[in-house]
């Protein structure tokens, strides 16, 4: 009897397989990284998209200052080159006031506290304050000035309209001021 070496090589068919199996498993997992790759681009590039249209909302700061002679003010400083129009102050009580536009590097000043002529009505405006604006692509945004906070911008979702009864523009309109900002526009 003749012997014949015995090893434990598998068979070819059995090399075969295992190469093709492997081959898929690669190819299964380069096509992933590559999907994986196409998804996280996308989000990079939406991410850019969101920062880039944020940018000249960004530069439209609200803020609140007392001075003896005025009392408190609510300012709604545009940092940026480029004019925001449809600019609303809204007031927690519902009362509001409204500018056309804020050109750039200006900034609105509205009183806080309001006596009107007529009888002495005292009007408390206070927190938290919503600035609604319109940025110079047409994108409408609304910044929330809350007491001891830092403004928090969104995009506008527009809520109920403002109630006209509740527009303060006529009674206002002597103490509100748009002008340069004084420290300059950075």
Not at 132 to 159: C, M, N, Q, S, Y
Request: net charge negative; aromatic share 6%.
């Amino acid at each position: 009897m003749s012997s014949v070496p015995q090893t434990n090589d598998p068979p070819p068919e059995r090399k075969k397989n295992v190469w093709e199996i492997l081959a898929v498993v690669v190819a299964a997992a380069a096509l992933g990284g590559s999907i994986y790759s196409i998804i996280e681009t996308h989000n990079l590039e939406e991410a850019n998209k969101a920062a880039a249209e944020r940018s000249q909302a960004q530069k439209v700061d609200v803020y609140a200052l007392e001075n003896n002679q005025e009392g408190l003010r609510v300012f709604v400083a545009n940092r940026s080159d480029s004019a925001i129009s449809s600019v609303k102050v809204e007031f927690n009580e519902g009362f509001w006031v409204s500018s056309a536009s804020i050109p750039g590097c200006n900034e609105l000043k509205v009183p806080v506290k309001v006596v009107a002529a007529n009888g002495g009505l005292v009007i408390q405006l206070g927190h938290p304050v919503r600035v609604h604006f319109t940025d110079v692509e047409g994108r409408r945004w609304v910044t929330l000035l809350e007491a001891d906070r830092i403004p928090d911008l969104k995009r506008d979702a527009e809520k109920a309209p403002l109630k006209s009864d509740l527009n303060l523009d006529k009674l206002l309109k002597p103490y509100i001021t748009v002008g340069l900002i004084p420290n300059g526009c950075g």
